[in-house]
């Protein structure tokens, strides 16, 4: 199935965003009211005044003449809308004072915290605009969280430090519906820069962000939607120093109380510069975030594009993401996803001086103590579509938990160049579809403890040609050999694939891959002769030759002056019991293994195949000192990334690594067992020196 086949209807994101406007066009200029645009006189009472005024007389325009003006939280209401004009600054005050504390949230803890800068508060049909400059001016914010931050990290209070250094938002909605903020640029936040709560029907539209402006800041997210639904941002362009658009929910034992989710948000043809994350879901989760539209985003120079993140108490299900044709350039991680984001923070721990102490009421919020199960969140029916990446260093790093995998992850239409593909753990039932990833490591992403997840790496793409023929005993029967030690087994329907690689610490490359590589057909033997860097200078040779007596092979694998601690890697499946057609080969495609059945008898197995009531078998003798697993074989990206893929696969071969040394030889043996052939290990070495004798004789 392709992306748009599997994806919902989304008809409900045309209802996202404002539904009115401010209509009243009558206007007040602050400076009717007092204010003085010097930067110096504090104008917040003056301000306040006009936005009372114009609110008490059915609604209108509140604005200002050119100029700076210098204010402490303003509180706009019902039928204004707040114009800050061309070549007209705002400028927040540095004195915390001028931000009175209220009810409010954040970072997911509902607390007493000051006032914004601008605060919309149960309100509606509200709209903050204009071509001009908010400047929080939130430097001496940040210096004061960098000391606060130093202290309580050397007594252990990490968890709390964002909590007790109180900083002021640039601009706040709350508990409030149809508000728009639209065209304004702001710069250097002192904590997060709007903030989206508890809210409904409200529009972000080109606003611009600049926080860091004169440094980088701490928590100097760009735009937060917290706890709301019916969201519209789009035409945004951020420059921060943390989440750039961020969705959030509550956290721990205080967002599970609450329990209301972030839902229907549409973030549309955005901008991300610097900061923490293109798009973040997180790690603020307890509520459930879920329907959500990101659509034609770009990233330059974000750390992460796209983020999931919660803590293993916090709770709440994040799904129904879809987020398609994004573009991303100089981004250190493209996909992020952990249930276990950044514990010193996550965690709350109070330190024993602390005990039989009074402490604050949100420190007992954040030490509330949250049950395993309604603790655990979850991942689930994520879509990523359309993605454009360059010069970015991991594709993905991905970790779920063994009781919440992530789930049902769908990536389509994806091209992407990266130094290294990335990690996966604990995953089930993903899928893949149109996969384009250039890793400059050449090494393949790493899956582990996961189910169903089929990372595609053009395994499937890649055919190997097979030139080299040797006859089985029946006339129809044929073993196809590849230009390097790869075989068919054509009997005549496909009976199985056999290749080989080499596995060095944790490092892998298919025999097919090797810098030299000469190949010699003799009659029925086809001798081949490998060397690589890898080697350091030795030699690896293979002598394989089609059986006398039964449709089969039999194979001799040497090695002079090799390191010692080179590993011989063997796979075999792909019995897929039919004739093939022309155009196919008898490469070990995953569709070739779906119905194999293997029965493991030490170092001997059988293969079972075929229709259920018309089974056939193929029989196999390996060397003994073979480690042999039952694998995936979607994943065949290198060697080890096949042996170490697991056995919860719907594709599944045998994949198997053994030492091999220098001067020693190892003999193999696939054969269709008969009368006249029925073999162990220990006659493998007498086998394979008659069959070459009776080549050497009929020469």
Known sequence: MTYASRIPELNWVGKTGARNLPKNNRSYNVTDYGAVGDGIAMNTKAIQKAIDECAGNGGGTVTFSPGKYLTGSVYLKEGVHFIIPKRTTLLGSTDLKDYPEMDTRVAGIEMQWPSALINILGQKNVMVSGEGVVHAQGKVFWASYWAMRKDYEAKGLRWIVDYDCKRPRTLLVSESSDVTVKGLTFRQAGFWTIQILYSSYCTVDGVIIQNNVGGHGPSTDGVDIDSSSYILVENCDIDCNDDNFCLKSGRDADGLRVNRPTEYIVIRNCISRAGGGLLTCGSETSGGIRHVLAEGLKAKGTTVGIRLKSAMNRGGTTEHIYIRNVEMDNVRTVFEATMNWNPSYSYSTLP????????????????????????????????????????????????????????????????????????????????????????????????????????????????????????????????????????????????????????????????????????????????????????????????????????????????????????????????????????????????????????????????????????????????????????????????????????????????????????????????????????????????????????????
Not at 360 to 379: A, S
Not at 547 to 553: I, T
């Open 352 to 699: 024993k001086e602390y005990a039989n102490k009074e402490i604050p009421e949100h420190w007992r919020k954040m030490l509330e103590e949250v049950e395993p199960d309604k603790g655990m969140p979850y991942f689930n029916d994520i879509y990523l579509s359309g993605f454009k990446v360059r010069n970015s260093k991991t594709f993905m790093s991905v970790e779920g938990s063994e009781t919440s995998l992530m789930k049902n992850f769908n990536f389509s239409d994806i091209d992407a160049n990266v130094d290294r593909i990335g990690d996966v753990r604990y995953a089930r039932d993903w899928k893949f579809d149109n996969i384009n990833i250039k890793a400059k490591n050449r090494e393949p992403v790493i899956i582990k403890n996961s189910e169903n997840v089929h990372f595609p790496s053009g395994v499937e793409a890649i055919e190997t040609d097979f030139p080299y023929t040797l006859n089985g005993v029946n006339k129809e029967a044929k073993i196809k050999g590849a230009a390097h030690p790869e075989f068919s087994f054509l009997l005549p329907e496909m009976a199985g694939n056999l290749k080989f690689g080499i596995v060095q610490g944790q490092s892998s490359i298919w025999l097919g891959d090797f810098k030299v590589k000469n190949v010699k057909q003799s009659g029925r033997q086809l001798t081949y002769r490998l060397s690589d860097p890898v080697l350091k200078g030795g030699e690896i040779t293979v002598n394989a030759v089609a059986l006398s007596s039964s449709n089969g092979l039999i194979i001799e694998v040497s090695a002079v002056k090799i390191p010692d601690d080179i590993f011989l890697f063997w796979s075999y499946g792909g019995a897929y019991g039919e004739v093939l057609e022309k155009t196919g080969n008898g490469s070990l495609r995953p569709v070739y293994c779906k119905y194999n059945v293997f029965s493991v008898e030490c170092r001997a197995f059988t293969l079972y195949y075929g229709q259920s009531m018309k089974l056939k078998t193929i029989n196999a003798v390996m060397p003994v000192s073979s480690e042999i697993r039952l694998s995936d074989a979607y994943m065949q990206q290198s060697p080890l990334s096949f042996f170490e893929s697991g056995k919860k696969t719907d594709a599944p071969a045998l994949a198997a690594v053994l030492p091999l040394k220098s001067g020693q030889k190892e003999y193999f043996c696939i054969y269709r067992q008969n009368e006249k052939a029925d073999y162990n290990h220990y006659m493998l070495p007498a086998l394979f020196r008659k069959e070459t004798a009776g080549i050497i004789k009929s020469e």
